[in-house]
Structures are given as structure tokens and as C-alpha cells.
């Protein structure tokens, strides 16, 4: 088929129909009973008769059906005798019906919408016979009641076709849609009713007036031989005459100025072209049977000489006949396009939902969307200048070419059947998400979708992205990657990824596989995701792989690295571990270490899987979680929380001194019982309770703390020196909450200590040791982990300790300046948890800290309501000195490298206060309450003790 001057033939369209209101409706059209597969056969119902199916012939007029069709309500036409009014009419195929007329509704019961003529004279037949001059003319088709002719009657009582009889706009005229060779995808059918969106896109030929011919005004009906029309064979000297357009003929008959007195059939393979001056061109190759571009040289004949074109335009026009104006309009089915076309949208792909042949270059320059079928011809190109998608069916089987601007992108939806090769070049993207059988050669461009295409070769510079985030592409062949080619693939959630799945073989030679994430991806070590499969096998490989999003400390995942694994039918992803260590990441020494550590791990260790999925702001505190540093923090509280003997044994000794020296003795508590007047040994108890807060270094968090207990002593004077012993029982907490770890401990003391004066000196000294049943819990909780640890251990602390002190009264008020020194060893243990995968083997260090201290004590005596009470109070400056930080070396679970873990340290100076009272509250009774407190920067330690004497 060709089509000539194709943006003259869609320039040319209808004027406007007039005011009859803009409806439509379809009835479909059926095949034809001769086997070539035409489609001109309508259902009727004639006076409510049955469904019976009739010829549609645009070459003939009035509905003619055989009598037992026709319905009871039918009316005959009489004359004036009351006998039935006969007809006898024929058909240029020999064919001759006769019969009655009568009036009758003319129904159409497979149309759109409900459609019917009011009482119209219809031929009522009785018999079919052949013309005498054609005895052998062909009858009805298997199944046919008659013929519905649409043309112009001149028969003496009006019979017209149905069609112009239908009611408001339904009746202004109608169009064939036959076609089944342009596009198999369309359902043949007749349209009743001209609009102006449904003719858009028509070329229009009015009819031309003769003498017998001429249409009365106003008539609803159109003359059938009035269309001036050429036909010629191979590319011959023209004939031109009146033609019919003619659904009714299974071949065309005309004469050229070649023929001469030739009769006859058109030799098969001639090629045919069919002419209407200035409107439509179209060129066919004869062939030999019905209603298959039949054709015959036959002069012109009929009442009104003139052509027959035969049904074989119908093929490849629709047509349209227009009952108001009197004219006859085509519009091609297949829109062929020729030469360069620009499209920006789908009306410049032809009239409305016609297919289109692409027999040259269409440019697509704005976003463009069409369902259209679109057949590509010799010569076909495509130029993607904007997003396009065509979501119709393309056919062909020629070699074509895609071009595709950078950045835009053709989508296919179709399911389409080229089964060309396909060259897409440029650097944008063709995205199939329906089928496409071509083969594909991919130059530069990238191929993109979830749907099936053809044999694919993947060029240098081209790529395959599957999916859509994520999504298989199926290749129903064979796949090449050549070198420098790409093959993009995101990863999902689980092990879902992209996937190119080959049902051919897959030969790679080279190429890079390109790795990012969608939004919801989880990778983690030793997944495999699967992301090419070959029914037939792999051979070759990929040469690199490549992911933005792994390998480097400010990636998503740092720690992380796919490498590709090729076996013999597939190509996966193995997620393993990146050059990047885990200590890149760590910002404190406790979170290097046990990133040291991590790196250390056996790969198939539990928790190395979760921490390999981190990234350098989730990493540090996974570190610090695995830490353990409670445990180094508790060395800390446990060196802190042995001021609490010291104070309380110093207190005793001032306050003995203060029994047997007076002016000394109100500094600090009342004097202990004796135990007889003879004997000079005395017991003293003292409760405390303190609490404190161990602030963060930068390195370990901060630890809050608190304890609670009893201190028992018993002493005697021996020789000028007060000698005692001392013991006590408290429980103490602490808890380090950044880290997710909390713990007790039961605290056991037992010690000696004694003290004397010289004067207005004090001395005094003292030994401990402590026992301390710790336990601790840790919640150790990650992204990708979550767990919890125990430990349970016993640790020990020892002390020695000593005072100097002089006694300078001022007036009432009783000053003491003192200097003293500690030293305190915690005891290192070993020990193991028990809880998560994640449990630490623990080796605390042990913690040597010396304590320097100088202060000025004062004491004020009164009294109240009778009764003596002492107001005291406190201040110096403590200094340490040593091993101020603690350590812990613990072993993570998989690892065999130790990290070294520092616990909050001791405050180096620390400013101590306190204050005190002492009241005698009855004869022989006395009440003691005393606060001290250490106070350095960021740390803080408070107590309170109290103290009850009865003397008896």
C-alpha cells in the first residue's frame, strides 16, 4: 500500500456537520460467508422478526430479506385494489430478488446503543433467482437473509437503507471501518452518526451532479456513482470515471487508458493504484480471489455509467458517508507516514485511533503517549527528542533504528511482535515493560523494564538496568555483554534484587557490574543476591563490579563490598568484607579498640554480620555497646566509695582525742561509750548513705552512683594511742545508662586503725580491706542486634591511710588544719559473661591510686534549749595521684585480639566540704549528723552520715 501526499490528506478535513446533536453509536460488522475473510454483514430485526444477517452494500438500495425473517408486525404496500405491490430488482452480480413491499421497524440489536427506524418501506422477498443475461451468478452467501443497500433509491415507492432512517444525529450519515489487513487488531464495525471528533482527519469528495443521478434537497441519502475516481496499472495511463465505493462487490471493474477493449481479470501481482484526485492515492497488488484486491477491465456500465472500486478499499480506508451534505469522505486506516514527521503529540500519528506504518523518520519532539499499532516499514526510524510512550502493538520485521536523546526515555508496554534487529542509540533509555520480540543492539543507550525482548548485544558504553526498583527483565534468547558495556542492577529488600533473566545463553565478555540500593535494601555479610541467570549458560565474565554505596567510610555501607560469583548458569552478588576497618570509624580509644577487635572476628562470627552493616554514624556506638566498660567504671566507684571508712575512722579518732583533750573534742561527733569506768575500750556504730555522679571524659560515659550502710568499731587506749578495729556492710549501684549497663555490689570492710595526741597535734592512721560481690547487666542493642550480658564476679579493695591535724583554738571558735595521705589498690580479676553470642571475656586491671588531701577544719560551741550543740564544718583539697584511669582487656565473642577498655577515671583534684552537727538531746544521749562532700569537674560524691550515742 502507498499513500501520497499524506500532509495534504491530513490537512483536509470536515467542516462542521451543522447543529444535529453530536451522538454516535457502533454496530459491529461480521465475515462474510466466502472464506475471504471481508467483513460486510450486519444483524437486523425487520418487524421484530429475528436476528438475521443482511449484506451491507454501499453499491445498492433498500433493505431487501426473505419473507420468513420478517417480522408479524410488517405491513404490505397494496394498490388500489388491495393486491400486494411486487418488485423485481437486480444486482450487478447477476442476483435478482423478488418479492412485496411493506412497511416495517428496521432494528439493530447488536449496536452500542439501542437502535431503531420508525415504520419504513423494506422489500419483503419471496424468491432469488439469477438475471437472464447471468444465469450463473453466485446466489447468497451460506447464512445471508438479505441485502441492506445504503444508497439513493429512484424506486417508485422510497425504499432507502435503514441507516438514513435512524433518529437525530444517528441518521446523518455513517462510516465503515472493515479492516483486517492494515491492523488485525481491530474489531470491524460501522459508526452511525458523524461528529466532529469522529471525522477529524477526513478528506472529502462531494458528489458530483449528473441527469439522472442528481440527489433531491433535503433527502436523506447520498447517490452511490458520483465520485470522480482514476485507476491505473502498473504506474499506466489512467481511466477515470464516476465510481461506486462499493462493500458489496468482491471485485473493483474499471478500464485504463491501456486497456483498450481488454476484459477480464487483472493479472495477479499487477499493482493497482486507486486515485481521487487531490485527496487520497493508494497503490495494491492484485490478486486472485474475492474480495482480495480482486480486480477486472470492464467498461463503464450501469443506469449511471461508471466504475466499481470492489470492497478492497474498505481494507485500507475507512469511509465515510456523510447524508446531509451529500459527500463521501476517507481517512486512512493505517496512517502511513513517509519521509520526516515530527510528532508532538498522538494526533500527529493521523486520524484518530488509526494504526500507522512508519515508512520514514518520526521525530519525537514533546512528551508524546499513544496506544496506537504501529507497523515499521522499509525505511523506519525513530528520534526520541522527548519522554515517549507507545503502548500499542509494534509490528514489522524490517531492521530499524532508535535514537534516543540523553536524559528522555522511550517506554514499551505493548505487547508487540517486531521481530527485527533494533539499533537504539544516543544516551537516553528504551524502557520495555511489555514484550518486544526484536533483536537489540544497544550503542551507547541503556536498556531499561520489566518486560520480555528479543536477542540483546550490550555494545561499549550501552547498559541493562532491569526493573523497576527492583524487577526482572526477561531476554527470550540470547544475551552479549561486550567490553566496555555496563550492567546496572539496584538491590531490594532481603535478597531480591534486579534480575536479567536470559532463556538463551549469556556470554560476557567483560563489562562492569554497577551496584546501588532502593530505598528499602538490608544488605548484609554473606547474602547473594542473584542478578543474571542463562537457561543455556554463562560463559565469560564480568570484568569489574562497582558500588558508590559500599567499600568507603561515608557510603551507606562502608564495611560492606559485593563481588561477583560466576557459575555456570548464573551470575550473583556475594556481599563480603570491604577493605574499610571498622576502626576507621571509631572517634574514642575504647571505641578503637574494640573496633580492633571487631576486625579480628572470624567471619562467620554472629555480631560481625550486624556490625557490617553500620556506617560511620551507626558504627561508634555499636562499639561502645560491645565495650563492656562498665566494668573498667566500676574500679572507679569502688575507689570513690572508700573515702566513706577513712572519713569514718578519722571522725572516730578526732572524737576520742576530743574525750580526753578538751577543746579538741567538738570538732566532729560525740564521744564513744566506755565500757565500765575502769576500762577504757568504747564501741561506736555510724550509718551512711551517699551518692554521686562519675561525669564522661570523651572517652567513657558517665557513671551515676549511690550507697548505703553501717560501720561497727571497737577501741581502747593503749599507752597514750587509741587502737581500734572497724568493719561494715553496704550495698552499693551505679549504673552508666549512654551504655546500657547498670550494676550492685554487696560491700564487706573490715580494718585497724589508731590515732593519738601530742599536744595540740593529731595523728592517725589506719588499714582496710573490702570485699565486693559485683554484679552487672548490660543491654547491648544496634541496628541489625540486640542482646543482653551478665557478670557476676568478686573484686577487692585494700587501703592504708594517715592524718595529721593541730588544734588551734580562736576564741570560741575551734580551728584544725590537717594534711593526710591514702593510698588505694583495687584488686584486678578475671572473669567471663554469660548472656547474648556477644558475652565478653573480661580481665579487669588492678588500680593503684594515692590520694593527697589538705584542709582546714572549724567548730563552733552553743547551746539550745538548755542543751549543748556543736556546729562544724569542712574544706580541703584532695589530690590524685597514679593509675587515676581503669582498665579492662576484654575479648569479644569470634575474636582472639583483647581491647583495651578505660573506664570513667578518678577526678585528679577534687575540693572536699563538710558540715556537721552534734546536739546533746538528753542527759547521757547525743545526736550526730554529718554531710561531706568531693567535688571536682564534672564529678561529684555526697554523703550523709548520722549518729546516735547513749551513755549509760
Request: glycine share 14%; aromatic share 8%.
Amino acid at each position: 500500500m502507498r499513500a501520497g501526499a499524506l500532509p495534504a490528506v491530513l490537512a483536509l478535513t470536515l467542516a462542521p456537520l451543522g447543529a444535529l446533536a453530536q451522538e454516535s453509536a457502533t454496530i459491529p460488522l461480521h465475515l462474510n460467508g466466502d472464506g475471504s475473510g471481508f467483513s460486510n454483514m450486519v444483524v437486523v430485526s425487520v418487524a421484530g422478526g429475528k436476528n438475521s444477517s443482511v449484506l451491507l452494500d454501499t453499491g445498492s438500495t433498500g433493505l431487501y430479506i426473505r419473507e420468513k425473517d420478517v417480522g408479524a408486525s410488517a405491513v404490505p404496500l397494496t394498490d388500489d385494489d388491495g393486491k400486494k405491490i411486487k418488485f423485481k430488482y437486480g444486482y450487478s452480480s447477476g442476483n435478482e430478488v423478488r418479492g412485496y413491499y411493506a412497511t416495517a421497524t428496521v432494528a439493530f440489536p447488536e449496536a452500542s446503543t439501542v437502535l431503531s427506524t420508525d415504520d419504513i418501506v423494506v422489500g419483503v422477498v419471496t424468491k432469488l433467482t439469477c438475471k437472464s443475461s447471468k444465469p450463473d451468478c453466485p446466489g447468497w452467501q451460506t447464512g445471508q437473509k438479505g441485502v441492506m443497500g445504503v444508497a439513493y433509491s429512484a424506486e417508485p415507492y422510497g425504499i432507502f437503507n435503514p441507516l438514513a432512517q435512524l433518529s437525530g444525529n444517528y441518521g446523518n450519515g455513517f462510516m465503515v471501518l472493515s479492516n483486517d489487513l492494515a491492523d488485525s487488531s481491530l474489531s470491524p464495525h460501522l459508526v452511525v452518526g458523524l461528529t466532529a471528533k469522529n471525522t477529524a482527519g477526513f478528506v472529502w469528495a462531494s458528489f458530483t451532479a449528473d441527469d439522472k443521478g442528481t440527489q433531491p434537497a433535503g433527502l436523506k441519502a447520498w447517490n452511490t456513482k458520483s465520485i470522480y475516481t482514476c485507476f491505473t496499472v502498473n504506474k499506466g495511463s489512467p481511466g477515470c470515471y464516476k465510481t461506486i465505493f462499493d462493500t458489496g462487490a468482491s471485485a473493483g471493474s474499471f478500464e485504463t487508458g491501456d486497456s483498450g477493449d481488454k476484459k477480464g481479470r487483472v493479472d495477479t501481482g499487477s499493482q493497482v493504484t486507486t486515485t481521487v484526485p487531490g485527496l487520497i492515492e493508494f497503490s495494491t497488488s492484485a490478486g486472485k480471489d474475492e474480495n482480495e484486491n480482486l480486480y477486472y477491465y470492464d467498461p463503464a456500465h450501469g443506469s449511471v455509467a461508471g466504475y466499481n472500486s470492489g470492497a478492497g478499499v474498505f481494507r485500507y480506508y475507512v469511509v465515510a458517508y456523510d447524508a446531509v451534505s451529500g459527500k463521501i469522505g476517507f481517512a486512512p486506516l493505517q496512517n502511513v507516514l513517509l519521509g520526516t514527521i515530527h510528532a508532538s503529540s498522538d494526533a500527529d500519528l493521523g486520524v484518530d485511533d488509526g494504526s500507522v506504518l512508519l515508512m520514514g523518520k518520526l521525530v519525537i519532539e514533546d512528551a508524546l503517549s499513544s496506544d496506537r499499532a504501529i507497523a515499521l516499514g522499509t525505511g523506519a526510524k525513530l528520534h526520541v527528542k522527548a519522554d515517549a510512550t507507545l503502548s500499542g502493538t509494534l509490528s514489522g520485521s524490517v531492521d530499524t533504528t532508535v535514537k534516543i536523546a540523553t536524559g528522555k526515555s522511550l517506554t514499551l508496554s505493548g505487547v508487540s511482535t517486531y521481530d527485527g534487529a533494533m539499533t537504539v542509540s544516543g544516551r537516553g533509555t528504551l524502557i520495555v515493560d511489555g514484550s518486544l520480540a526484536a533483536s537489540l543492539l544497544l550503542d551507547r543507550s541503556t536498556l531499561a523494564g520489566s518486560g520480555i525482548v528479543g536477542d540483546v548485544a550490550v555494545a561499549q558504553g550501552a547498559t541493562i538496568a532491569p526493573g523497576h526498583s527492583v524487577g526482572t527483565l526477561t531476554v527470550n534468547g540470547g544475551a552479549v555483554f561486550g567490553a566496555g558495556s555496563t550492567y546496572k542492577v539496584e538491590l531490594g529488600s532481603g535478597d531480591k534484587s534486579d534480575l536479567m533473566s536470559v532463556l538463551g545463553s549469556a556470554m560476557l565478555a567483560g563489562g562492569e557490574v554497577v551496584v546501588s540500593l532502593t530505598d528499602g535494601a538490608t544488605p548484609v555479610l554473606g547474602l547473594s543476591y542473584t542478578i543474571l541467570t542463562a537457561g543455556s549458560g554463562v560463559t565469560g565474565a564480568f570484568s569489574s563490579v562497582s558500588a558508590k554505596d559500599f567499600g568507603v567510610l561515608d557510603a551507606a555501607f562502608p564495611f560492606l563490598a559485593p563481588e561477583l560469583v560466576t557459575g555456570s548458569d548464573a551470575v550473583t552478588l556475594q556481599m563480603v568484607r570491604s577493605d574499610v576497618r571498622f576502626t576507621a570509624a571509631a572517634r574514642t580509644a575504647n571505641e578503637a579498640a574494640v573496633a580492633r577487635s571487631a576486625d579480628a572476628m572470624a567471619v562467620d562470627t554472629g555480631v560481625l554480620s550486624a556490625l557490617a552493616s553500620l556506617n560511620a554514624a551507626t558504627a561508634p556506638a555499636a562499639f561502645d555497646a560491645l565495650s563492656g566498660e562498665i566494668y573498667a567504671s566500676a574500679q572507679t566507684v569502688m575507689q570513690q566509695q572508700s573515702i566513706f571508712l577513712r572519713d569514718a575512722v578519722g571522725a572516730r579518732l578526732r572524737q576520742s582525742a576530743g574525750d580526753a583533750t578538751a577543746g579538741a573534742g567538738p570538732l566532729f561527733g560525740p564521744s564513744a561509750a566506755p565500757l565500765s569506768d575502769k576500762l577504757t575500750p568504747a564501741v561506736w556504730a555510724q550509718g551512711f548513705g551517699g551518692w554521686g555522679r562519675l561525669s564522661a571524659d570523651g572517652n567513657a560515659t558517665s557513671v551515676n552512683d549511690s550507697i548505703g550502710g553501717m560501720l561497727f568499731g571497737l577501741d581502747a587506749e593503749i599507752a597514750g594511742w587509741r587502737v581500734g578495729a572497724v568493719g561494715g556492710i553496704s550495698q552499693s549501684s551505679f549504673s552508666a545508662s549512654a551504655r546500657g549497663s547498670s550494676g550492685t555490689m554487696d560491700n564487706y570492710d573490715i580494718g585497724l586503725y589508731a590515732g593519738t595526741q601530742a599536744g595540740p597535734l593529731g595523728f592517725t592512721f589506719g588499714a582496710a580491706y573490702g570485699w565486693h560481690d559485683v554484679s552487672a547487666d548490660r543491654t547491648i542493642a544496634f541496628p541489625g542486634y540486640w542482646g543482653t550480658a551478665s557478670g557476676d564476679y568478686s573484686a577487692g579493695t585494700a587501703q592504708v591511710f594517715g592524718e595529721v591535724s593541730a588544734a588551734l583554738p580562736v576564741a570560741a571558735v575551734q580551728f584544725e588544719p590537717f594534711a593526710g595521705l591514702a593510698y588505694v589498690h583495687v584488686e584486678g580479676v578475671s572473669f567471663g559473661e554469660t548472656g547474648t553470642a556477644v558475652a565478653l571475656a573480661v580481665d579487669t586491671g588492678a588500680q593503684d591510686v594515692g590520694y593527697s588531701t589538705l584542709g582546714l577544719r572549724g567548730a563552733v560551741p552553743t547551746v539550745l534549749f538548755g542543751q549543748a550543740l556543736t556546729v562544724s564544718a569542712a574544706l580541703g583539697w584532695q589530690h590524685a595521684f597514679g593509675d587515676t584511669t581503669p582498665f579492662a582487656d576484654v575479648i569479644l565473642a569470634g575474636s582472639t585480639l583483647p581491647a583495651s577498655i578505660a573506664g570513667v577515671p578518678v577526678a585528679r583534684d577534687t575540693a572536699l566540704v563538710g558540715a556537721g552537727l552534734r546536739y546533746a538531746v538528753a542527759p547521757g544521749a547525743e545526736f550526730a549528723l554529718k554531710y561531706a562532700g568531693q567535688i571536682a569537674t564534672g564529678n561529684t560524691e555526697n554523703a550523709v552520715t548520722g549518729q546516735l550515742r547513749w551513755q549509760f
